[in-house]
């Protein structure tokens, strides 16, 4: 039985967990070349903050494409450029380019781009 009085802030925080375990199988899926079930993964991520109205991760947000829901692993599915003060990630399945503006804050030389923005794992 889910009791009506839990704090929101704990719900935030179980889903975002949630989120980022489902995203982390996306993850490990794609690696291996299954690229469906990524997908339903990161589908299902998607959905699971939609639905609990919690954001996804900043870093993780970075990291969908938007067009076909697969994770983006630079340089296996996506490539990533560094133009006019932003980050260009472009999927290299459906080859849509999602824009990180960056504000000149956490890139400070051209050596440090990408850096941060997708974990090593
Ligand atoms: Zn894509």
Redesign the pocket.
Known sequence: MRRRGIRKGIWVYITTRRIEFLLSLANDALKTGEEERARSYVKKALRLGEKMNVRLPRRWKWYI??????P?LPPL?ARVRFYGGALHIT??????VRRVPLHGKEVKTSQEKGKGVFSAS
């Open positions: 494409c938007k067009r076909c829901y697969l983006l599915n999927c290299l399945k459906c080859g849509g």
